[in-house]
């Protein structure tokens, strides 16, 4: 079957899809009303729910946010598929031990930096949903605020099984290994230097690309993920909105038995599905899946002196009732030239109201340049608590000749929030947390001159 530049071979389990064509086609444009079919004229014309769509199959809204939101904030799509979604068994709970949600007994109160080595791979077979492993939980996922923070490490494809998360928008950050990331409404490619978010309530599959595959996720059950606001900025800059990719429709038709995982309330459930989900042949709307490549960030620094504050590499934000509080910021520390005069240009020493958790994707964090925040580890600065470059980095940065300089070969991300992470008793015992972290302040001397 030919689908919108690719071609599907069956069976249709996952891990046996073929995607001859390498270079899957994208629509464009963060927000934006889109519309894709895999078979001409399979969108209904001029209304959403005909007594009888296109081609026998069945019309199915999925709404993002309520009914009568307000005309710029109001998300939903319509999906036109073989089968409706209804169709499966009974949900049953399932024991789970790593994964977990934002809610009173996941996390326990911790005012110390912590920062952590990369997390092994599994020495068994685990694929992308069993392999994740909460780091830190806030706010409420019943009161729909704050957010979790998981690591991946699966050596798995997910195969005839699918996972539809009903607490929260995913936001995937790839630090080793490529995937395939199979939605109802299509495919995207993933791989280290992209995100990809997956909204609430999609269904969605992993298929590896590599062996295994590693990194961050940040579960947002707060506001949908939108442009940070440009301010004096202007109109161009930071993340552009035409850089965002969503998936052209592709479906699967088959009997084949899935197995679907789907979170709800902080719980797994399973429950299977006698044909696949992924049976979408068209779709239209603004609630859908998408990528973006980080490497597309247009950063914006100082021309003169001194450095403006991070929030400058905000590349999406969910933003509280509080104008300009942020209940999650995914914020970037891409390559970029640094020219200011006169200026300390490592992040500075500081505490925050926001609470922030690091994560490295590949190269070195310029306030940490020693090995002890390696690709695929992670730090945790709470609420109030100091931190800021280590002694090494103090000292590179207060005797260098301050010519202009390329940060280069480097990639760091921070996911802020006003909320305070707590982290999850499993991290906390973890043989890759660092008991000395602390240690790399203690060298910092007084250079006081009364």
Known sequence: MQANGFTLTYPTRLANIQIMDKSLKYQTGFGNELASEAIENALPDGMNSPQRPPLGLYAEQLSGTAFTALPHENQRSWLYRIEPSVKH??????????????????????????????FPYPKYESDFIDSIFTLAVNGSVLSQTG????????????????????????LIVPQEGSMIAMTEMGRLKVQPGEILVIPRGIKFSMKLLDKQARGYICENYGAHFRLPYRGAIGANGLANPRDFLYPEAAYEDSSETYHLTKKFAGQLFNAEQPSSPFNVVAWHGNYA??????????????????????SIFTVLTSPTTAPGVANLDFVIFPPRWMVGENTF????????????????????????????????????????????????????????????????????????????????????????LQKDYIECWQELKSHFTP
Not at 101 to 111: N, Q
Not at 289 to 310: E, W
Not at 358 to 382: C, R, T, V, W
Request: hydrophobic share 35%.
């Open 89 to 118: 068994s009974r949900l049953e709970p399932v024991k789970q031990s790593n994964f977990l949600s934002a809610c009173p007994s996941s996390g326990i109160a911790e005012p110390n930096q912590l920062r952590w080595d990369p």
């Open 147 to 170: 957010s979790a923070i998981h690591i991946y490490a699966t050596n798995k494809s997910m195969e005839a099984r699918s996972f539809l998360n009903a607490d929260g928008h995913l």
């Open 289 to 310: 899946p998408y990528k973006y490549d980080l490497a597309k960030f247009n950063t914006i620094g100082t021309v003169s002196f001194d450095h403006p504050d991070p």
């Open 345 to 432: 240009r490592p992040p500075w020493y500081h505490r925050n109201i926001m609470s922030e958790f690091m994560g490295l994707i590949h190269g070195a964090y310029d306030a940490k340049p020693g090995k002890g925040f390696a690709p695929g580890g992670s730090s945790l600065h709470s609420c109030m608590s100091a931190h800021g470059p280590d002694s090494e980095a103090f000292t590179n940065a207060t005797e260098a000749e301050l010519n202009p300089e390329k940060i280069d070969n480097t990639l760091a991300f921070m996911f802020e929030s006003c909320f305070v992470y707590l982290p999850t008793p499993i991290a906390t015992e973890h043989p890759t």
